[in-house]
């Protein structure tokens, strides 16, 4: 069983920046084919932020969040980032990191449907 917990969430400013973390943890046997970052805010649906394919690093990311985020995952390949830059109010929302363990996650790396393992997620809060 592979278990993701997110860190470094909190409360900034518009214009901040916040750095996310999710380390993963337990089975080393399992393969984390699709790591991803999603959001959800009070009232309002899940949405895909940003993914990235573990086996050569490629990133994906949604309109809303391009060229402010960047996601990336360490060497060791046991936890992925996310830095966020030029946060605004509407940015705020409960930040979840998952794991796709099957090659599924590829076909829509930016929809949740085919990922498995979610951490408990992070608050982000952006104040005007």
């Known amino acids: 069983q592979v278990h993701l917990v997110e860190s470094g969430g909190g409360s900034v400013q518009a214009g901040g920046s916040l750095r996310l973390s999710c380390v993963a943890s337990?089975?080393?046997?399992?393969?984390?084919?699709?790591m991803g970052w999603f959001r959800q805010a009070p009232g309002k649906a899940r949405e895909a932020v940003a993914a990235?394919?573990?086996?050569?690093?490629?990133?994906y990311y949604s309109a809303s969040v391009k060229g402010r985020f960047t996601i990336s995952q360490d060497n060791g390949q046991n936890a992925v980032s996310l830095q966020m830059n030029n946060l605004r109010p509407e940015d705020a929302a409960m930040y979840y990191c998952?794991?796709?363990?099957?090659?599924?996650?590829?076909?829509?790396?930016?929809?949740?449907?085919?990922?498995?393992?979610w951490g408990q997620g992070t608050q982000v809060t952006v104040s005007p």
């Open positions: 337990g089975s080393t046997t399992t393969t984390r084919v699709c």
């Open positions: 998952a794991a796709g363990t099957s090659s599924r996650c590829l076909t829509r790396i930016l929809d949740s449907t085919d990922y498995n393992i």
């Open positions: 990235l394919y573990s086996g050569n690093g490629a990133s």
